[in-house]
Protein backbone atom coordinates (compact mmCIF):
# COMPACT_ATOMS: atom_id res chain seq x y z
CA UNK A 1 0.00 0.00 0.00
CA UNK A 2 1.32 3.17 -1.10
CA UNK A 3 0.78 6.32 1.41
CA UNK A 4 -0.31 10.10 -0.03
CA UNK A 5 -1.02 12.34 2.77
CA UNK A 6 -2.46 15.85 3.94
CA UNK A 7 -3.18 16.18 0.15
CA UNK A 8 0.71 16.46 -0.93
CA UNK A 9 0.24 14.43 -4.43
CA UNK A 10 -2.84 13.45 -4.13
CA UNK A 11 -5.04 13.09 -7.65
CA UNK A 12 -7.48 10.75 -7.52
CA UNK A 13 -10.12 9.82 -4.89
CA UNK A 14 -12.08 6.74 -5.28
CA UNK A 15 -15.36 6.41 -3.04
CA UNK A 16 -17.79 3.05 -2.19
CA UNK A 17 -21.50 3.96 -2.62
CA UNK A 18 -23.12 1.84 0.03
CA UNK A 19 -21.39 2.34 3.68
CA UNK A 20 -19.46 5.32 2.17
CA UNK A 21 -21.44 7.83 0.34
CA UNK A 22 -24.53 5.89 2.06
CA UNK A 23 -24.50 4.90 5.68
CA UNK A 24 -26.75 1.88 5.30
CA UNK A 25 -25.66 0.23 9.05
CA UNK A 26 -22.60 -0.73 10.58
CA UNK A 27 -21.84 -3.63 8.70
CA UNK A 28 -22.73 -1.79 5.52
CA UNK A 29 -24.92 -4.03 4.21
CA UNK A 30 -27.80 -2.40 2.15
CA UNK A 31 -29.01 -5.90 1.23
CA UNK A 32 -29.66 -6.81 4.95
CA UNK A 33 -30.52 -4.06 5.50
CA UNK A 34 -32.09 -1.48 4.29
CA UNK A 35 -33.63 -3.93 0.68
CA UNK A 36 -34.90 -7.12 2.25
CA UNK A 37 -36.80 -5.31 5.34
CA UNK A 38 -38.14 -3.04 2.63
CA UNK A 39 -39.44 -6.17 0.45
CA UNK A 40 -41.19 -7.63 3.28
CA UNK A 41 -42.86 -4.34 4.54
CA UNK A 42 -44.84 -4.51 1.28
CA UNK A 43 -45.58 -7.76 1.61
CA UNK A 44 -42.94 -8.86 -0.99
CA UNK A 45 -40.95 -12.34 -1.13
CA UNK A 46 -39.36 -13.63 2.25
CA UNK A 47 -36.90 -15.41 0.26
CA UNK A 48 -33.51 -13.99 1.75
CA UNK A 49 -31.49 -16.05 -0.63
CA UNK A 50 -33.62 -15.87 -3.40
CA UNK A 51 -33.75 -11.93 -3.06
CA UNK A 52 -30.01 -11.95 -2.10
CA UNK A 53 -29.23 -13.94 -5.56
CA UNK A 54 -31.52 -11.72 -7.78
CA UNK A 55 -29.80 -8.49 -6.51
CA UNK A 56 -25.94 -9.92 -7.02
CA UNK A 57 -27.61 -10.36 -10.80
CA UNK A 58 -29.24 -7.14 -11.23
CA UNK A 59 -25.81 -5.69 -9.44
CA UNK A 60 -23.91 -7.06 -12.47
CA UNK A 61 -26.26 -5.88 -15.29
CA UNK A 62 -28.19 -9.69 -15.94
CA UNK A 63 -31.22 -8.08 -14.80
CA UNK A 64 -32.65 -5.25 -15.20
CA UNK A 65 -34.46 -3.30 -11.95
CA UNK A 66 -37.61 -3.56 -12.64
CA UNK A 67 -37.64 -6.92 -13.55
CA UNK A 68 -36.23 -7.45 -10.04
CA UNK A 69 -38.79 -5.92 -8.07
CA UNK A 70 -40.85 -8.09 -10.20
CA UNK A 71 -39.71 -11.57 -9.50
CA UNK A 72 -39.35 -10.27 -5.62
CA UNK A 73 -42.80 -9.91 -5.57
CA UNK A 74 -43.26 -6.04 -5.57
CA UNK A 75 -44.81 -3.42 -8.47
CA UNK A 76 -41.46 -1.62 -9.88
CA UNK A 77 -43.12 1.29 -9.15
CA UNK A 78 -41.81 0.95 -5.48
CA UNK A 79 -38.85 1.53 -6.53
CA UNK A 80 -38.75 5.15 -5.84
CA UNK A 81 -40.07 4.49 -2.54
CA UNK A 82 -37.33 2.36 -1.93
CA UNK A 83 -34.62 4.90 -2.63
CA UNK A 84 -35.71 7.48 -0.48
CA UNK A 85 -34.56 5.74 2.33
CA UNK A 86 -31.08 6.30 1.43
CA UNK A 87 -29.02 9.51 3.06
CA UNK A 88 -25.74 10.74 2.53
CA UNK A 89 -23.35 10.57 5.40
CA UNK A 90 -22.24 13.35 7.36
CA UNK A 91 -19.72 15.83 6.23
CA UNK A 92 -19.95 13.91 2.64
CA UNK A 93 -20.58 16.99 0.75
CA UNK A 94 -17.76 19.22 2.65
CA UNK A 95 -15.41 16.43 1.96
CA UNK A 96 -16.45 17.34 -1.70
CA UNK A 97 -16.24 20.52 -1.87
CA UNK A 98 -13.09 20.58 -0.19
CA UNK A 99 -11.21 17.66 -2.36
CA UNK A 100 -12.98 19.95 -5.55
CA UNK A 101 -11.62 23.41 -4.25
CA UNK A 102 -8.24 21.31 -4.21
CA UNK A 103 -8.36 19.92 -7.94
CA UNK A 104 -8.75 16.40 -6.78
CA UNK A 105 -10.81 14.19 -8.81
CA UNK A 106 -13.32 12.39 -6.79
CA UNK A 107 -15.45 9.14 -8.05
CA UNK A 108 -17.56 6.93 -7.29
CA UNK A 109 -16.65 2.81 -7.52
CA UNK A 110 -19.29 0.66 -6.36
CA UNK A 111 -21.52 -2.30 -6.39
CA UNK A 112 -24.75 -1.48 -7.75
CA UNK A 113 -27.86 -1.90 -10.00
CA UNK A 114 -27.24 0.42 -12.65
CA UNK A 115 -31.00 2.30 -12.02
CA UNK A 116 -30.45 2.92 -8.54
CA UNK A 117 -26.92 4.10 -8.82
CA UNK A 118 -28.59 6.74 -11.05
CA UNK A 119 -31.16 7.37 -9.43
CA UNK A 120 -29.81 8.06 -6.02
CA UNK A 121 -26.99 10.34 -7.74
CA UNK A 122 -29.26 12.47 -9.32
CA UNK A 123 -31.68 12.94 -6.26
CA UNK A 124 -28.68 13.81 -4.29
CA UNK A 125 -27.10 16.20 -7.12
CA UNK A 126 -23.87 14.96 -6.59
CA UNK A 127 -23.01 14.76 -9.96
CA UNK A 128 -21.55 18.10 -9.80
CA UNK A 129 -19.13 16.91 -7.06
CA UNK A 130 -18.09 13.66 -8.72
CA UNK A 131 -15.34 13.49 -11.83
CA UNK A 132 -17.99 9.77 -12.40
CA UNK A 133 -19.26 6.82 -11.64
CA UNK A 134 -18.27 3.50 -11.93
CA UNK A 135 -20.68 0.80 -11.29
CA UNK A 136 -21.08 -2.57 -11.15
CA UNK A 137 -24.19 -2.93 -13.26
CA UNK A 138 -22.86 -0.95 -16.18
CA UNK A 139 -19.33 -2.74 -15.96
CA UNK A 140 -20.45 -6.29 -15.20
CA UNK A 141 -17.64 -7.06 -12.47
CA UNK A 142 -18.68 -6.41 -8.83
CA UNK A 143 -15.65 -5.01 -6.04
CA UNK A 144 -13.23 -7.07 -5.50
CA UNK A 145 -13.42 -8.01 -8.76
CA UNK A 146 -9.86 -6.84 -10.12
CA UNK A 147 -11.49 -6.19 -13.53
CA UNK A 148 -13.43 -2.64 -11.83
CA UNK A 149 -10.10 -1.38 -10.24
CA UNK A 150 -8.52 -1.84 -13.67
CA UNK A 151 -11.62 -0.15 -15.32
CA UNK A 152 -10.89 2.50 -12.91
CA UNK A 153 -6.97 2.86 -14.15
CA UNK A 154 -8.38 2.96 -17.92
CA UNK A 155 -10.96 5.55 -17.53
CA UNK A 156 -8.23 8.34 -15.19
CA UNK A 157 -5.23 7.40 -17.72
CA UNK A 158 -2.85 7.48 -14.31
CA UNK A 159 -1.15 5.12 -12.74
CA UNK A 160 -2.69 3.64 -9.37
CA UNK A 161 -0.50 5.17 -6.90
CA UNK A 162 -2.16 8.28 -7.72
CA UNK A 163 -5.71 7.11 -6.70
CA UNK A 164 -6.99 6.36 -2.66
CA UNK A 165 -9.56 4.06 -2.33
CA UNK A 166 -12.10 4.46 0.03
CA UNK A 167 -13.99 1.65 1.53
CA UNK A 168 -15.71 -0.22 4.05
CA UNK A 169 -14.79 -3.67 3.00
CA UNK A 170 -11.13 -5.03 3.77
CA UNK A 171 -11.53 -6.87 0.80
CA UNK A 172 -12.01 -4.78 -1.96
CA UNK A 173 -9.28 -2.24 -0.15
CA UNK A 174 -6.96 -5.68 -0.63
CA UNK A 175 -7.90 -5.97 -4.37
CA UNK A 176 -7.43 -2.15 -5.00
CA UNK A 177 -3.98 -2.72 -2.81
CA UNK A 178 -2.77 -5.17 -5.10
CA UNK A 179 -2.98 -3.07 -8.35
CA UNK A 180 -0.75 -0.26 -5.75
CA UNK A 181 -3.82 1.92 -4.92
CA UNK A 182 -3.78 3.78 -1.90
CA UNK A 183 -6.23 2.71 0.57
CA UNK A 184 -8.23 3.83 3.63
CA UNK A 185 -10.63 1.75 5.57
CA UNK A 186 -13.79 4.03 6.31
CA UNK A 187 -15.06 2.51 9.38
CA UNK A 188 -18.16 4.77 10.73
CA UNK A 189 -19.13 2.14 13.08
CA UNK A 190 -15.27 1.93 14.83
CA UNK A 191 -15.42 -1.59 14.12
CA UNK A 192 -11.23 -3.12 13.45
CA UNK A 193 -9.39 -0.05 14.28
CA UNK A 194 -6.68 -2.58 15.20
CA UNK A 195 -6.31 -3.09 11.93
CA UNK A 196 -2.74 -2.31 10.11
CA UNK A 197 -2.95 -2.86 6.72
CA UNK A 198 -4.82 0.42 5.99
CA UNK A 199 -5.31 3.46 7.31
CA UNK A 200 -8.85 4.18 9.03
CA UNK A 201 -11.03 7.17 9.06
CA UNK A 202 -14.46 6.96 10.99
CA UNK A 203 -16.25 9.74 8.93
CA UNK A 204 -15.57 12.32 6.64
CA UNK A 205 -13.91 14.24 9.08
CA UNK A 206 -11.22 12.50 9.69
CA UNK A 207 -10.62 11.17 6.22
CA UNK A 208 -10.23 15.28 5.42
CA UNK A 209 -7.91 15.22 7.98
CA UNK A 210 -5.97 12.15 6.51
CA UNK A 211 -6.51 13.00 2.49
CA UNK A 212 -6.34 16.66 2.03
Request: net charge neutral; with cysteine.
Amino acid sequence: MGETAGGAGLKTVALDAMGVIYPVGDDGDDVKNLLIPFIKEKGGSEDIENIERLYLQASLGKLPAFQFWQKVGLNPKLEDEYLKRFSLAPGLIGFLEAANSRKVAVWCLSNDISEWSRKLRENFALNKYMRGFIISGDIKARKPDIAIFKYLLKLTGGEAADITMVDDRPANLEAASSLGYNTVLFNSAGHGLSQKKHRTAVGFKELMNILL
